[in-house]
């Protein structure tokens, strides 16, 4: 009854999977159908790091991810990637814009294909956002923005549209969905020990 539970999420468009061979993060447990069961989130994109996809992969990745009924993204690793990500049949593109004239042109090369770029933790990558083109989308990445100034983004909370995305790398980052769904499957009641107290 995954489609029914409460508190999912709105949108997680940036998940790894062992897809993800050489994401040391990852763990094998992690597959496409497993994400797919958990359904944390009403609309769930998977985004493997497309140097693991390239060439042959990526057919058998897509087919899957869509047999899942989720939407099919790829994190592309600055503009070294760009060209070959273009070729591919992905809903949405998720770059890593690093701090380089080629990397800004490679944003603009991925909007051109008319599907959605969304900037990956641009605080991470040093990613200067006002080289960005605004088309883009921004991400607030859960793995990493706490990590960082994210007070910086205020300048541009005008200037762009914003996602938010998990960026798991493994099924618990952070947050209890998986736990919700086990003890879900389980019937499991949570037992909340400090019901008044805030
Ligand atoms: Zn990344
Ligand atoms: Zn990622």
Same mark, same amino acid.
């Given at each position: 009854m995954a489609h029914e539970r409460e508190c999912r999420?709105?949108? @997680?468009?940036?998940?790894?999977?062992? #897809?993800?061979?050489?994401?040391?993060?990852?763990?094998?447990?992690?597959?496409?159908?497993f994400?797919?069961r958990v359904a944390h989130?009403?609309?769930?994109?998977?985004?493997?790091?497309?140097?693991?996809?390239?060439?042959?992969?990526?057919?058998? #990745?897509?087919?899957?991810?869509?047999?899942?009924?989720?939407?099919?993204?790829?994190?592309?690793?600055?503009?070294?990637?760009?060209?070959?990500?273009?070729?591919?049949?992905?809903?949405?593109?998720?770059?890593? *814009?690093? @701090?380089?004239?080629? @990397?800004? *042109?490679?944003?603009?090369?991925?909007?051109?294909?008319?599907?959605?770029?969304?900037?990956?933790?641009?605080?991470?990558?040093?990613? @200067?956002? #006002?080289?960005?083109?605004?088309? *883009?989308?921004?991400?607030?990445?859960?793995? #990493?923005?706490?990590?960082?100034?994210?007070?910086?983004?205020?300048?541009?909370?005008?200037?762009?549209?914003?996602?938010?995305?998990?960026?798991?790398?493994?099924p618990n980052?952070?947050n209890v969905s998986v736990a919700r769904y086990v003890a879900e499957e389980l019937g499991i009641r949570e037992t909340i020990l400090?019901p008044?107290?805030?």
């Amino acid at each position: 009854m995954a489609h029914e539970r409460e508190c999912r999420i709105p949108q @997680d468009l940036h998940i790894h999977t062992v #897809y993800s061979t050489g994401d040391s993060a990852v763990v094998p447990e992690q597959t496409v159908a497993f994400i797919s069961r958990v359904a944390h989130a009403r609309v769930v994109g998977i985004s493997d790091h497309f140097e693991f996809l390239a060439g042959e992969t990526f057919a058998r #990745y897509e087919a899957e991810v869509r047999a899942h009924n989720l939407r099919v993204g790829t994190e592309v690793n600055g503009a070294e990637w760009v060209k070959e990500a273009m070729m591919v049949n992905a809903d949405y593109y998720i770059f890593h *814009c690093l @701090d380089r004239n080629e @990397d800004y *042109c490679g944003a603009e090369d991925l909007l051109s294909t008319g599907k959605p770029v969304i900037i990956a933790h641009p605080l991470v990558m040093g990613t @200067d956002l #006002y080289r960005v083109p605004t088309e *883009c989308f921004v991400e607030i990445n859960n793995r #990493y923005v706490w990590r960082h100034d994210w007070r910086s983004l205020r300048a541009h909370v005008n200037r762009f549209k914003f996602v938010l995305g998990s960026d798991a790398h493994q099924p618990n980052w952070l947050n209890v969905s998986v736990a919700r769904y086990v003890a879900e499957e389980l019937g499991i009641r949570e037992t909340i020990l400090f019901p008044n107290s805030d």
